[in-house]
């Protein structure tokens, strides 16, 4: 009986240990809540493309957005975890080509 309590012990401790890790990985907002998020700040926007990105081990969604009578476009930098907009940028139609040239 005294070598089961530390046994029981342990696989508890793993069994929580698992269960936070994977509740963690579920904090991630999806694509959609990104392009919303996107598409409060830009009013009157029309997503063009998302994608999930990553830089300095952090995840983030970068949407461009189209306004309409404008030739530039807005990038919004979103954090994957909060859902917070880390960063708004102007795309001149030079660096949308730029871009697509990258990838």
Known sequence: MKNLIPVATLLL???FATFTRAAGHAKQISKA???Q???QKIRNGRIENSELQS???KQFWSVDVA???SKNGKEV???AA???ILKVSTEKPGDRAEEG???
Do not use: S, Y
């Open 101 to 103: 040239l990258k990838r």
């Open 33 to 35: 809540q990104a392009e």
């Open 13 to 15: 401790l793993l069994v």
């Open 37 to 39: 998020i996107a598409l």
């Open 67 to 69: 306004r309409p009578g």
């Open 82 to 84: 909060t859902g917070k």
């Open 55 to 57: 830089a300095h081990g």
């Open 77 to 79: 930098h979103i954090d």
